[in-house]
Structures are given as structure tokens and as C-alpha cells.
């Protein structure tokens, strides 16, 4: 005599305290296994792309700010080399290492929240979460120095960035350069040997190389699983070539090795901040552009290395002061895409922590 | 049973336990039904208690309130229809023969066999501190078979449930 | 550093009146703990009624004085009510006033308790704004609760979603009943008092599924079943390291097994620490705290059996859950820290004090434990409770059943005995725990954690394979 089971539906709705965003996810389970797992996007769609085309490519530049909340800079920095790749716009070269010191300190914020959450979501009631945030709480108050915001910066212009750090950013920024360090090894101790935290994450939605080359993920998720491919030093932007830096590379691809690898990230991020900050050259902190700027028609990509992945812009010009269209290629979106392949045939806790550990963020797949 | 807190105590505790069991047959909803027999085992332990069986009250709260009532609720839960109106069920009729059969059979051993009585004052006598161990040097001396058997049949159970719920190695 | 940078400070109070306050206290401390030294010494206040040591001498006095009112009736009250009914009536209702204050005062400073310590384990500072320090937050919680609209989710079964809240509630007031606060203040002083507290502490179960069940809700289906299975599977831990303390206190008075500990002057803790482990693991397993909180995980099934209990319903699962804690480190200190013992001491310090000092520590480890660990996944706490525990709880109360039979046909010194039984506990815990784990197939060395490779060299698919094989 055998017993059958059905499978039901559960879902982890728009409203919940894990997905990091708005997003839904419809769950067909039997018992504790996952059948299968259909994603729902778009409650945070804002057609974004859309409205980019009625205004000029200066005013586009909040908007990049809202799509990845957590990496505005990265953002910002993207869509202003495309536009300048557009329109042949010479950056100078304190704008240069100003864009690399502010890039890299957002990407320290963003993996702070991003290892923070995933702990958050195996289970550890925000302890770590709130050790991590004290370092965000940081960079957010020298963000907020420099250009009037924490979050959503919109800091970087076409040609270079918008403001000069005022003389008090100096002394803080080497400050919390030379703590941080201390910080990472804090995290390192307290974090990396946990047997539970191993227990959970270890062996948890693995994806191998190839199934993530072939996927067309990028970031932190493809270093893990074991390919060593960075744009910072692939196809390197702004002065990335001036700096001595490694990329950490994982083994088996599961989320214990995300995790490591963007702690890993954050003790190369303090390697770089402090070289630029050492040769930080001075002179202009951006070129004049007009006001209204109109490129020649044409098209142009740039790809930055965002906290997630590789954050691309598409423009097209039609000689306009508007962008003809705009595109955003979101690494979260990508990303997303191998979870079902992560977490059909695990059960629901474990598709949680692997959902955890893409680090998506909603805005940015639904634009 | 000399005192009046004991006459009152039994009194009570048989009215909980003997209404719990009616209201078990007479409402329509199977949970509530388990609802109401975990209130008959609770009045039964109390029972227990006022015959100084302090072991054996105890123990039928936790073997019978505390887990073979989650054994119910899991039985009902995974019935189909379980929530449906038992009141027309076909086996009523039978039920109630069944029911008249084992009140008699209850009822005539309960007034022919010679029960012994023990008074609050004779224990007191024989410095009856509890029953644990009067019931622990009988279960592993005079009755240690049947309680050797007892938990040999519980492992088969348990070795039975885990084989009917075994899903095919794939 | 520049202010920005700097945290919001907040104002202390001024520091002369503290400092004149603080030494005043102390003065008065050390007065007051002379005083007392000079009292217990001279003897003039063992068995008197105001020995407040022990508030259980007094109401032995209370009750005397009223069996000798109660000689005085009339003999046809007497015969119809007993030689007693005063004083029973009388001790019995002042101590449940005693209980029910006790543990409503407890319920409520609770919240605050808990918010505030693990809010200092996160670095943040927890309620602080109503009232000083945050004191009136639960009171304000509570009548939050209180003033919420009653919600019933459509297709829930009213009867069935109403009584889980009040079948929680009532075996967290009844497992205080046990608790020996000092040598003779045990309100329910029950010769099978081990027993009662593992009946009791089983009722939840089915409150708890009942709760998930009636809900008529997917999650909270989910979560009152993950939460059946792991309670049932804890209780068989929980009850076998109990065992092994009855073993060797020779009784499952609760009083009794305290008394023991004070006699020897050796806790169980030192004696058989194995136990202790296994409680207190157990135990949070029963509580449904981290690290095994996976019934109202909150990030995975939001709140778990209680997620369509909203106001005051929830306000009594969560302050039952708070309770519970309690109640489970005040069964730690009597069963393996003593209890009111404290090896001499108690004749200076009022027991109950002793008591309340050792279940504060003990819950403070509660605390510490859900704001530091994750938590573990199902299968792997279920896999813990039946492939590990038992088996060594199994081997651990067979072991301890021989030292007392050889403690008791050998008459050595005790310290000699008791010695020998926790060097041989200690060690038997050590091997067989590692043994077994190895056994399991556990292997620390290769799961040691490993570090990402640092590369400057960019590649794609083949360049993995080449750092893979070169790993």
C-alpha cells in the first residue's frame, strides 16, 4: 500500500520579509521539496526606459540612481561613460580616480547589506546584519558629505563628477580606510568558521561554470563558481589599470562561496580606495558640457563591474537632446534567471538562502 | 474518598470527564470531536489523581493528551472529508450496538470484580510516599515479559510506519 | 573625525548624583549584609516566621496558627470539611496570587528584557523612548495588543482559532507549580515533579498545531507541522537527560533533587554535563528559539503557526514563548545548577534570591543564543535530535545507571565517588560525542573553509578549469 501526496502552491507573495523587494515567487511544492518555481516581476516596474526619452541625458542621471538602489554610484558611473563614449566626452583624470574611489567605496556599502541580508535570511536574527551596517553607516555619511545624499547620490556627470569632496572628506575617508581592515578580519572570525552557517550554506544551490557562462551571469555569482572574470581588469574603465588588485575567484559555486567571495571583494575594495586616494592627482573635477547635450546619431554600450554583476548601458542617439533609447542591462535580472535551476529539488529553506545569495535587487529588474 | 475536597474533586472531574465523551458523539465536526477527547483524557487524569495515582495521572497527560492527540489530529487532518457533517454516517446504527456492547461488558466488571480499597488512612499507615517505584519494581520484575514484549511490538510499529511512508528510491 | 561621522550621543544623567547615590547604596548594602550576617550567626532566626531566607518557614507558622483556629470550629463543621480546609485554602491561594504575580510581573518586564539585550548584542540600544529606559515599552506593547481589531481569516474554524492562545497559556503558568524557590517554598511539591514537567510542557504541542491548522493557511500549515516534528523529537532528549539527574538525585521530587546538590555540594552540572548540553538544547528546540526556530522563521514562512493571530492572541504566544524561556532556565538552575544552593551560602542569602540570580544567568544565555546563532534547516535539527542525541543520551543514562548501582554497593567517601563520576562523565562525553560525529560522517578537515583564490589573470570557461585542476 502506498500513500500519494499532492503538490500545492505556495506563495511567497509580493509582501514578504525575505525577497529583498517587491517580487513574487510561485512555489509548487510536495511536502518540504520544490517541484518547480515560477518568478513573477514587475510590482516595481516604473518604465524607466520609457521616460528616459523625453528627457536630456543630464536629467537621465537620477534615474539611474533608482534602478539599483543599493549601487547608485555604479550606476551613475555606467550610463555617464556611455553617454560619454556617445558624444566623445574627454573625463579628466582626477574625475577618473574620484569615479574609482566612489565606486568602489558603494560597492563596499552594497556587499555589506548584501552579506548582511543573506545571514539575515539563514537565520541569524540581524546580528550580523547590524555589524555590517555600522561600516555602511559610514560611507553613507561621506556619500552625504560630498554630494547631499546617502542613497540615491547622483553623483557622477557626463564628463567627470558633479562635486569636489570637500576638505573634510579627506580625513574621514583615510579613517574609515584605516579601520576597515580590523572590521573585515571582525567579520571574517566571527562569520566565516560558523559551523551553522557552513551547515546552511554550504553545498546550497551550487551552479557549476559552465551552466554560469552559459546563463550569462556575471558578478560575485560567477567568480564563486569558479571563473575568473572581472570588467575591472577584462576591460578596464576609468583608471582601473593604474591599480594593483586581485579578483577572488571561488570553488564550488554554492553560496558559502558567494558569500566568502564578496567578503573577499570588500578587503580588494579598501586595497584600491587607498591607492587612489594616494594618487589622487589634481586639476579639474569635470569637463564643460552644454547644457542640453546632443550627440552625434549613433549608439554606444558601456559596462561597469556593479556589486552585482556587470551593469550595462545601451544609448542610442538620434541627434537629439534626448536619448532615442535607453536600456539597462540589469545583472540582478540575469542572475535571477538560474534560480530555478538552484532550487528545484531542494527544499523551501534552502531556496531561500540561494535566493539570498544572488543578491538581487528588485528595482533594478524591474526598472 | 473521606474528605469533602476529594467527594467534590471526583464529582467535578467525572462531570468534565463524562460530558467531554458525550459532546466527543454528539458534535459534527471531527477536530472538535479530538478537542473534546483530550478534555475526556485530561478529566481522566485528574481522576487518577484523587485515587493517589500520582504516576499514572501524570502519565496520562503526556502519553495520551500530549501525544496521541497529535496522533488524532494528524488522522484527521489527513482524512479526506473530515470536515464534513458526521451526523448521517450508515455506521450509526452499528456504532450504537457496538457502544451498548462494551457498556455492558465495562459495567458488569465494574460492579462483579472485588476491588481492593485502599483509604487515605491505610496508606498513610504503610508511609506510601508515591507510586513510582512500587510501578518500576513491577515493571522490570513480575511483569518484565509483558513489558519486554510491549516495547518489542512498539519498535515493529514504528519500523512499519517508517516502511508505509517510504518513497521509492529513485 | 569630524562630527559627521560620529554617532548621535545622547545626554547621561549628571554624574555627581549618580556617584552620591551609588555610594549611599553601597553603604547601605554593606550595612544591611552586616546586619544580616549577624543575625544568621547568632541563630535567632532559623525557624522563626519572619525568617525571610525561606518565606516557606512563615507560611508553615501561618498554617499551624491556623490549624489550631481551625481545632476551634464546631465539630459539625469539622466533620463535614476536615481538620485542615483552613490552612489548605489559605497557603493555597496565597501562594497562586504568588505564582500569578510572579508570573505576570515576569511576562511583561520580559519583552523589555529580551528587546534590550539583543539589542546590545547587535550593537543598537533597543526600546529607550517610553518611559526611562524603555521600562513602559511592554505595558505600551500590551495595550497596543489589547486595542487591535479582532481578525478571523475567512474559512478559519472559530472555535479551533480561539483556543490555541489559552491552550498556550496554561501550561506555561502551570510548570512554575514545581519550582523550588528555597528549601520549603515549593508550591506544588509533587513526588513526581520531573514527570509533570515533561507532561506538561507536551501540551503545547497540540495547541500549536491546532493553531496551524485552523488557520486555514498554507503557511501556517507549514509552519505548525515543521514545529509537531521537531517538538515531539526533542521531547525524547529532553526526558532522557532528566533521567539520568533522577538517577542520581534518587528521587523526581524537584525539592528533593535540590536538596541532593546542597547535601553533596557538587552541582549536576559538574557531574554529568552531558544532561546539561542536552537540555538546554532540547529546550530550545521545545521553545522554538534559535537556533532552532525554524517554526516561525520569519524569513522563510513569516511568522509560522502564528501568522493569522493578530492583537491580543499573539500578544499571548509571543509572552508564552518569553515565559517558557524563563520557566526552562529556572528548571536548568534546580535540576544542574543547584538551585537554591550555593554551597553554604544560602544560609546568608535568602534562597530565592540565589534561585532568581541563577535563572536570570540562564536565561541570559537564552538571549545570547537566539542574537548570535543562525538557525539550522529542519532536516538537519531532526537529523541531530534522532540520529545524535539519542543514541548518546541512550549510552550517557546507561552509563550513569552504573556509577549509581557501584555508588551504591561501594561505600567510598563522597568526594571520592562524585569525583570519579564526573572524570568519567567528562571523558565518556568528550570521545563518544567526537566518535559519534566522525561516525556520522562528519569531517571538519574536509569541509575546512576555503578561501577564495586571488587571480589577476581574467579568463572564461577554460581558465576556471585551469585554476580548478591547479587547486
Known sequence: MTTASEPYVLNIGPQHPSTHGVFRLRVVMDGERIQDIDMVVGYLHRSMEKLAEERTFTQNIPFTDRTDYLAAMSNNLGYCLAVERLAGVEVPERASFLRVIFAELQRLASHSMANGTFINDAGAWQTPLMYMFREREKILDLFEMTCGARLTTNYMRIGGVSFDPPPEFYPAVEALVAELPDRIAEYTELLVDNEILIARARGVGIISAADAINGSITGPMLRASGVPWDLRKADPYCAYDKFDFEIPVGHNGDCYDRFMVRLEEMRQSVRIIRQALDGLPSGPHKTEIPLALRPAPGEAYARVEGPRGELGFYVVSDGGPAPARFHIRAPSLINLSLLRQMAVGTSLPDAIVALGSTDIVVGEIDR | MTSIGITIAFYALSGLSIGAAVAVFLTRNLLHAVIFVILAFIGMAGLFVTLSADFLAVSQVMIYAGAISVLLVFAVMLTPYASRDNGNSLFAPVGVLVGLGFAALIGFVATQVAWPVFSGSDLEAQNFTGTVRTIGGALLGGYALPFELASVLLLAALVGAIALVREDER | ?471
Open chain 3, 1 to 471: 573625525m569630524s562630527a559627521a561621522l560620529d554617532p548621535i550621543r545622547t545626554r547621561r544623567p549628571q554624574g555627581d548624583l549618580a556617584l552620591v547615590v551609588s555610594l549611599f547604596a553601597v553603604i547601605l548594602l554593606i550595612g544591611g549584609a552586616a546586619g544580616v550576617g549577624y543575625l544568621v550567626l547568632s541563630g535567632s532566626l532559623d525557624g522563626r516566621w519572619y525568617d525571610f531566607r525561606d518565606l516557606g518557614v512563615g507560611m508553615a507558622h501561618l498554617a499551624e496558627w491556623l490549624d489550631e483556629q481551625n481545632a476551634s470550629q464546631p465539630a459539625a463543621t469539622r466533620a463535614l470539611l476536615g481538620d485542615h480546609w483552613m490552612s489548605y485554602l489559605t497557603t493555597a491561594v496565597i501562594g497562586g496570587i504568588g505564582i500569578l504575580s510572579f508570573v505576570g510581573g515576569v511576562l511583561l518586564i520580559l519583552i523589555w528584557v529580551e528587546r534590550r539585550l539583543i539589542a546590545r548584542i547587535q550593537v543598537r540600544r533597543g526600546p529607550n523612548r517610553l518611559g526611562p529606559y524603555g521600562l513602559l515599552q511592554p505595558l505600551a506593547d500590551a495595550i497596543k495588543l489589547i486595542q487591535k481589531e479582532v481578525l478571523i481569516p475567512e474559512g478559519a474554524d472559530r472555535f479551533l482559532f480561539f483556543l490555541p492562545p489559552i491552550l498556550v497559556f496554561i501550561p506555561g503558568l502551570l510548570v512554575w507549580g514545581p519550582v523550588p524557590w528555597a528549601p520549603n517554598m515549593a508550591y506544588l511539591d509533587l513526588n513526581v515533579g520531573v514527570l509533570y514537567l515533561i507532561a506538561i510542557s507536551s501540551l503545547a504541542t497540540v495547541a500549536i498545531f491546532i493553531a496551524g491548522w485552523s488557520s486555514n493557511n498554507h503557511y501556517a500549515l507549514l509552519g505548525a507541522m515543521r514545529t509537531v516534528a521537531m517538538m515531539i523529537s526533542y521531547e525524547i532528549p529532553l526526558g532522557m537527560a532528566l533521567i539520568s539527574v533522577v538517577l542520581l538525585a534518587g528521587s523526581m521530587q524537584l525539592s528533593e533533587i535540590v536538596r541532593w546538590q546542597a547535601q553533596h555540594y557538587a552541582w549536576m552540572a559538574f557531574l554529568i554535563p552531558f544532561s546539561l548540553f542536552t537540555f538546554f538544547f532540547s529546550s530550545t528546540a521545545e521553545l522554538n528559539r534559535t537556533p532552532n526556530d525554524i517554526a516561525e522563521a520569519e524569513s522563510e514562512i513569516v511568522a509560522g503557526f502564528h501568522t493569522e493571530y493578530s492583537g491580543m492572541k499573539f500578544g499571548l504566544f509571543y509572552a508564552v514563548e518569553l515565559g517558557n524561556a524563563v520557566a526552562v532556565a529556572a528548571f536548568v538552575t534546580a535540576f544542574f545548577l543547584g538551585g537554591w544552593s550555593l554551597f553554604g551560602l544560602e544560609a546568608f542569602i535568602p534562597g530565592y534570591i540565589i534561585f532568581a540570580t541563577k535563572v536570570a544567568a540562564g536565561y541570559f544565555v537564552l538571549v545570547w543564543l537566539r542574537g548570535t546563532l543562525p538557525r539550522f534547516r529542519l532536516d538537519q535539527l531532526m537529523a541531530f535530535a534522532w540520529k545524535y542525541l539519542i543514541p548518546i543520551t541512550i549510552a550517557h543514562t546507561t552509563l550513569v545507571a552504573a556509577e549509581v548501582t557501584a555508588m551504591g554497593a561501594l561505600a567510598l567517601p563522597g568526594i571520592v565517588e562524585l569525583g570519579t563520576v564526573a572524570l568519567v562523565n567528562i571523558a565518556f562525553t568528550v570521545w563518544v560525542m567526537r566518535r559519534w560525529a566522525r561516525f556520522l560522517g562528519y569531517r571538519p578537515e574536509t569541509e575546512r573553509v576555503m578561501q577564495p583564490k586571488l587571480t589577476t589573470q581574467v579568463g572564461g570557461l577554460h581558465a576556471a578549469e585551469r585554476m580548478r585542476g591547479a587547486s
